[in-house]
T-cell receptor, first 113, second 113 residues
Framework: GENVEQHPSTLSVQEGDSAVIKCTYSDSASNYFPWYKQELGKGPQLIIDIRSNVGEKKDQRIAVTLNKTAKHFSLHITETQPEDSAVYFCAASRGSGTYKYIFGTGTRLKVLA | ETGVTQSPTHLIKTRGQQVTLRCSSQSGHNTVSWYQQALGQGPQFIFQYYREEENGRGNFPPRFSGLQFPNYSSELNVNALELDDSALYLC????????????FGPGTRLLVL
C-alpha cells in the first residue's frame, strides 16, 4: 500500500550546522511532496513543497531535492538556528482523486545553541 | 497563521460517548480534509469533503463521519468513542483545482478516558 518512510526519527545539530531529513515513498503515482514543521501544541505549518516536474527547490535556508527514479526526497536546512527546533514531516500526494497526503513518521530536530 | 480555525482546542470524553469537532476553512478554499495524529506519529488521513460531499476516505471505521456546509466549514463526528481515539485531530483546507497545498489548523486534542 501507500507508505512514506522518514529518517532519522531524531536529529541533533549544533547551531549553524546543516540538517538533512530523508523520505522515501512507495506510490509511483505521487507527484506532490510538501514538508511541514510542527511545533509543540500547534498544527503542521508548510515550509516548502516540490512537484514531480522539478528536481530541486530552494527558499532561503531551506531546500528540497527530489529523485523520482529512486522515489525519495530530502529536506536540507542550512545555518540552523534554535528556532528551527521542531518536528518535521514529509508527505506525498497524487495529483488526482482525493489528493490525500501520506505522511512520514516525523523527525524531531534539536538545534543546540 | 493559516486562517484555518478549529474548535474546541481540547476535549475530554469517556469511552462510548460521541464527539463533534468543528473546522472553518481558509477564505477562498472549498475542500476540507481531516487527519488523526496519534502521539509521536504522523497525521493519518480520515476523509476529505469537497462541495459538501465526501471525496475519499482513509482506513477509518464508519463511526467516523463528517459534514461540509455551504460555507465550506466542516464537522467531524465520532460515535462510540474508544480509548484509541485519543489523538490530535487536524483539519486542513485547500482549493481543489489540481494539486493544491493543504493548510492545517491548530487541531483539537481529544482525550478519551
Amino acid at each position: 500500500g501507500e507508505n512514506v518512510e522518514q529518517h532519522p526519527s531524531t536529529l541533533s545539530v549544533q547551531e549553524g550546522d546543516s540538517a538533512v531529513i530523508k523520505c522515501t515513498y512507495s506510490d509511483s503515482a505521487s507527484n506532490y511532496f510538501p514538508w511541514y514543521k510542527q511545533e509543540l501544541g500547534k498544527g503542521p505549518q508548510l515550509i516548502i513543497d516540490i512537484r514531480s516536474n522539478v528536481g530541486e527547490k530552494k527558499d532561503q535556508r531551506i531546500a528540497v531535492t527530489l529523485n523520482k527514479t529512486a522515489k525519495h526526497f530530502s529536506l536540507h536546512i542550512t545555518e540552523t538556528q534554535p528556532e528551527d527546533s521542531a518536528v518535521y514531516f514529509c508527505a506525498a500526494s497524487r495529483g488526482s482523486g482525493t489528493y490525500k497526503y501520506i505522511f512520514g513518521t516525523g523527525t524531531r530536530l534539536k538545534v543546540l545553541a | 497563521e493559516t486562517g484555518v480555525t478549529q474548535s474546541p482546542t481540547h476535549l475530554i470524553k469517556t469511552r462510548g460517548q460521541q464527539v463533534t469537532l468543528r473546522c472553518s476553512s481558509q477564505s477562498g478554499h472549498n475542500t476540507v480534509s481531516w487527519y488523526q495524529q496519534a502521539l509521536g506519529q504522523g497525521p493519518q488521513f480520515i476523509f476529505q469533503y469537497y462541495r459538501e460531499e465526501e471525496n475519499g476516505r482513509g482506513n477509518f471505521p464508519p463511526r467516523f463521519s463528517g459534514l461540509q456546509f455551504p460555507n465550506y466549514s466542516s464537522e467531524l463526528n465520532v460515535n462510540a468513542l474508544e480509548l484509541d481515539d485519543s489523538a490530535l485531530y487536524l483539519c486542513a483546507s485547500s482549493f481543489r483545482t489540481q494539486q493544491e497545498t493543504q493548510y492545517f489548523g491548530p487541531g483539537t486534542r481529544l482525550l478519551v478516558l
